[in-house]
Structure formats: C-alpha cells, structure tokens
C-alpha cells in the first residue's frame, strides 16, 4: 500500500521544473516530508495499492511529460492475472507466463505482417522455436 498526498492549488502557476522528479520519488516512496500545503490550497490524501498508486503516478507523470515508470503495465497485467486466478490457483508460474508469452507472440507476429522469420529475428528466438509456439497458442497463420 502507498499513500498518495496532492496538494491542489487554486492557483493558475505551472512550474514543472522539478515535478517529475518530486513525483518519481514520491511514488519510489522517497519522499518522505509531508509537503507544505499554501494558502488557499487543498491537501488529498489516499491510501491505494501499489498497483493504483503506479497508474496515478505513471499518468502524472505523462502529464508533466516525464517517461512513465516501465514496470508499471507490467505490474497491472501481474496484479490482474493473480487476481483472475484466485487465491488457491496452483501453477501460477506457468498460467502467468504462458498469457505474457502468448499476448507478445501475437503482437509482434501482427507487427512482423505475419513473417514468421522477421518475427523469429525480432524475438530473437529459433523459426522452430517460434513455429512451436505459435502452434501452442493457436497463432499459427493457416496458410501452410
């Protein structure tokens, strides 16, 4: 759990200057000191999950035009697929990761028009290996 604090200004100023970084560290938990509300301003403040927490912080942070955190799609797919399997799910491992390996194969095979070497090659993997894997997932185009 991560508590968000914002402090909303009335005030029609815009300093970015130091925004990202202030919100990098506050979602890292870096920031510890209870920020100083200003006259007029309004102090909110949320207790979330981590996974809410990084969405906030990743859209504020698109916001001010700084680069989202890089974990934090992947951290939302991990929290939904835990979630969907149920607290007494068993081989999470392999659910977790055969999803993960199948929604990337069918993305990048789109993104490759279907070429199964140039999509090989991007993946960096054997054209067996991905014929495999295709075939595993039901990707494998039907035109052999």
């Known amino acids: 759990m991560k508590t968000i604090v914002a402090i909303v200004s009335p005030a029609p100023e815009k300093d970015h200057s130091s925004g990202p970084e202030n919100a990098r560290d506050l979602a890292q938990g870096v920031v510890t ?17 981590d996974a809410v927490a990084n969405k906030i912080m990743g859209t504020i ?6 680069e989202p955190f890089p974990d934090a799609t992947l951290d ?4 939904r697929e835990l979630a969907a399997a149920g607290p007494d799910a068993c081989n999470l491992y392999n659910r977790i990761v055969s999803r993960i390996e199948e929604r990337l194969l069918h993305q990048v095979y789109a993104e490759c028009d279907g070429v199964k070497t140039r999509t090989a090659d991007r993946l960096g993997i054997n054209r067996n290996t991905l014929y495999k894997m295709l ?10």
């Open 33 to 49: 000191e209870t920020p100083a509300v200003p006259e007029g301003a309004m102090r909110l403040e949320a207790t979330v999950t």
């Open 61 to 66: 942070l698109n916001l001010l035009g700084a």
């Open 76 to 79: 939302d797919l991990l929290q």
């Open 135 to 144: 075939k595993q997932h039901h990707l494998e185009a039907h035109d052999e």
